[in-house]
């Protein structure tokens, strides 16, 4: 469904991204690892278009998507959680929400996805007229989720939902995280520097470091590999 | 003769003055205060629409034939509305042409986000726009003429001009309007995101450059529409723009840069201050008293009197 050939990225000169290629299939769970400044999310800002590309191919069911305009790219399906979460704080919970619903899937959807998204996280419910920058930080990805759901996205791309939450907090979204992969083939696009929970629930997955892949393969090739229990499981 | 003491009476005139015209320039504030709050843009050809605004309330008036149509009483209300969509279209096509190069997703990146870029382009703008107006409709005062002007409503003790009356219930009901579109609308919803956090917006598939159209398009017009209503009592000539930039940004920095409501009541503030100087300093002093308070806010309370700083409109 998305795929990327190539990919190279710098900032003034400085590369960021070299040569990096990856794929998500349909109603697949795609984990990509790697430590810090390894290029992972400007790897999803080049997909969302707020980083340019300096060379290589990004296509979604085969149609060029570095030609349409990053506000358009949403519409596509995309839907972009990003680090930090990003809410807009000013606005309340129920209105974040709306504006995921910006896209035309996310509109006819509302009132289905609306219900689902409260059940997936009841916090919210609780909290609609609440200006989003008040929430905590968990609630506060949860709303960051919320809101990319609410766009009834064909993928959905989280850029390290478990950045500052409790261990405990980071378990519960990992696992709705899961629930959505599960119970509704949702295809999930997941960056994460927690590896291990990372590759335990994923599909296939990428090990990216200094701006290349240097390892890729499936859940099983992955967490048995030498390399990656040394450097990153701790084993 | 009156029951009340002079002084009293004088200062329930000077208060219910102010209030009126404080009505008029929160109108403007909030124009203003709707630009900067969705693009951080500092426009400082606000004044010069807000002048581009009252020559085409006065041109619908009297050439357009508003004035025949709906005669001395509500031709001139008819205008100043009218003023709003023309300036509209103005403000869309300048952003498009010229002022989207320098905003927006195109000044992510450039040398201090492009800020130094936009102060020259608003300021090249307010001078074609002062120089054209002086070339396109001269340098005569002009006014629109409006038997409003000469009568009052009189509540014991206190005159209410009728013309500064209208115009103040005019300018509340198009600042209510404007509060209810950002906050029930989608379209004011998007803006209001694309305002908090552009990137956030992008990913949510709002384009955020045409938000900041939309918003420049709407802040610009609203002002105008303010203008069209202060022209009712207030002559002007292709220089006032300059007369009333002070009291804009006095206002919007008063009510807290980014906020919307703040720029309403700190446009309010700023008419009563005016008005309220005229008691003890000359008249002439009357715009002088605003930039002093505008420079005690900036000294002591840069974050406005009003708003809560960006975080809610
Ligand atoms: N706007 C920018 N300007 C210049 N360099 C940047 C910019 N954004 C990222 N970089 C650089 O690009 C490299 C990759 O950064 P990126 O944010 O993609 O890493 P990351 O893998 O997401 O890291 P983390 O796990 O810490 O979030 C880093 O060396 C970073 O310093
Ligand atoms: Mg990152």
């Known amino acids: 469904m998305l795929k990327i050939e190539k990919l190279q990225v710098s900032y003034g000169g400085l590369r960021a991204l070299s040569e990096v290629s990856l794929e998500v299939g349909q109603g697949e769970f795609v984990a990509v690892v790697g430590p810090n400044g390894a290029g992972k999310t400007t790897l999803f800002k080049s997909i969302s278009g707020t980083v340019p590309v300096e060379s290589g191919r990004i296509t979604l069911d085969g149609a060029d998507l570095l030609a349409v305009p990053p506000a358009r790219r949403a519409h596509l399906g995309l839907a972009h959680v990003p680090e930090g979460r990003q809410v807009f704080s000013s606005m309340t919970v129920l209105e974040n929400l709306e504006m995921g619903a910006h896209t035309a899937a996310g509109k006819a959807n509302w009132e289905e996805n609306i219900a689902q998204i409260y ?14 920058g008040t929430l905590s930080g968990g609630e506060q990805q949860m709303l960051a989720i919320g809101r990319g759901l609410a766009s009834a996205p064909r993928i959905l791309m989280l850029d390290e939902p478990s950045l500052g939450l409790a261990p405990a907090v980071a378990d519960d979204i990992f696992e709705v995280v899961q629930h959505i992969h599960q119970e509704r083939g949702l295809a999930i696009l997941l960056v994460e520097q927690r590896v291990a929970e990372a590759l335990e629930s994923c599909d296939r997955g990428y090990v990216l470091e200094s701006g290349r892949t240097v390892l890729t393969g499936t859940h099983e090739t992955l967490v048995s590999d030498r390399r990656v229990q040394q450097s990153y499981l701790g084993m | 003769m009156s029951p009340y003491p002079l002084w009293l009476e004088n200062l329930l005139q000077t208060l219910a003055t102010g209030i009126m015209v404080g009505g008029t320039y929160a109108l403007m504030c909030v124009g203003l205060g709707l630009i900067f709050g969705v693009m951080r843009v500092i426009n ?33 209300i008819v205008a100043a509305f009218l003023a709003g969509p023309i300036v509209f279209v103005i403000a869309w096509f300048l952003h498009w042409l010229l002022l989207a190069r320098v905003s927006g997703t195109a000044a992510q990146g450039a040398e201090a986000e492009g800020h130094y870029a936009q102060l020259i382009l608003t300021l090249g703008i307010a001078l074609v726009l002062q120089n054209g107006g002086l070339l396109i409709f001269g340098s005569w005062p002009q006014s629109i003429r409006t038997p409003l002007s000469n009568e009052a409503w009189f509540i014991e003790p206190v005159f209410f001009n009728k013309s500064r009356m209208v115009a103040f219930c005019v300018a509340l009901g198009v600042a209510l309007v404007l509060y209810l579109f950002m906050n029930r609308s989608g379209y ?49 000539q292709p220089y006032v723009g300059l007369e009333f930039v002070i009291i804009m940004y006095t206002g919007v920095v008063l009510g807290g840069l980014g906020s919307i409501m703040g720029a309403f009541w700190g446009g309010m503030t700023v008419g009563l201050v005016q008005q309220l100087s005229t008691l003890v300093l000359p008249i002439q002093l009357q715009n002088t008293a605003i930039f002093v308070v505008f420079l005690l806010i900036v000294l002591f309370r840069p974050q406005g009197l009003f708003g809560r700083s960006v975080e809610r409109m």
């Open chain 1, 119 to 132: 059940q997936l996280f009841p916090r919210l419910k609780d909290r609609t007229r609440q200006l989003a």
């Open chain 2, 188 to 236: 004011g919803k998007a803006l209001r995101a694309a305002a908090d956090n552009p990137d956030a917006a992008i990913y949510m598939g709002i384009d955020v450059n045409r938000a900041h159209r939309l918003a420049f398009a709407i802040g610009i017009a609203v002002t105008a529409i303010a203008g069209g209503l202060v022209a009712m009592y207030y002559p002007f």
């Open chain 2, 44 to 76: 400082f050809a606000q004044g010069d629409f807000l002048m581009l605004g009252m020559y085409a309330a006065f041109y619908a008036f009297t050439y357009l034939g508003v004035g025949a149509v709906f005669g001395v009483y509500f031709g001139p």
